[in-house]
């Protein structure tokens, strides 16, 4: 699955729209410490659909909005959108490019949409499970990510192979089905 590009918007350190175009190889950031590299990760994460504001690095989810400097002022809104070259179809969605997008608006408001059209979370979460590539997905390691699936609990570390194996969206499926 390749990714094509990611444009950011009032996320962090981008307050102003930022379009990153990812080529075929390795796409490497460099910068000085404290200018936004890990910020461009966390773009990622989140629009993927994370939620927990510890892996967000922040407090409370208001803060990945860009929250102004002494010269610009505040945004009201961020907004995230990755598009992912679907021609392989490794994702189940019947288009060669998928685009998928969230927005979050300081009144605790937020939207994501796929190819424009707006969507619930779970519609993301069920397009990338299996992937590898979702919000509990393997594609990004963090730091300390390493220590955490060699100390992982046995159960815990059986979630990363099922994810790779392909088989989370069936055990999703169970767990949905016992609980109505
Ligand atoms: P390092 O090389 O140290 O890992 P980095 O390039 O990865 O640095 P980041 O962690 O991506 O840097 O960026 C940190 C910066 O992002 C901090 O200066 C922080 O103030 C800024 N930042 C985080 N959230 C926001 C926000 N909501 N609005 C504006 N700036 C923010
Ligand atoms: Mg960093």
Redesign the pocket.
Known sequence: MLLKSLEIQG???F?DKTTLKFDRGITA?V????????????AVRWVLGEQSTRTL??TRME???????PARK?QGY?EVTLTIDNSDRRLDFDGDTVAITRRYYRSGDSEYLINKVAVRLRDINELFMDTGLGRDGYSIIGQGKIDSIVGARSEDRREIFEEAAGISRFRYRKEESERR
């Open positions: 996320f962090k350190t307050p950031v910068g000085p410490n404290g200018s936004g590299k890990s910020n461009i990760s966390d690095r922040c803060d990945v909005i860009f929250n102004g400097t505040p961020a």
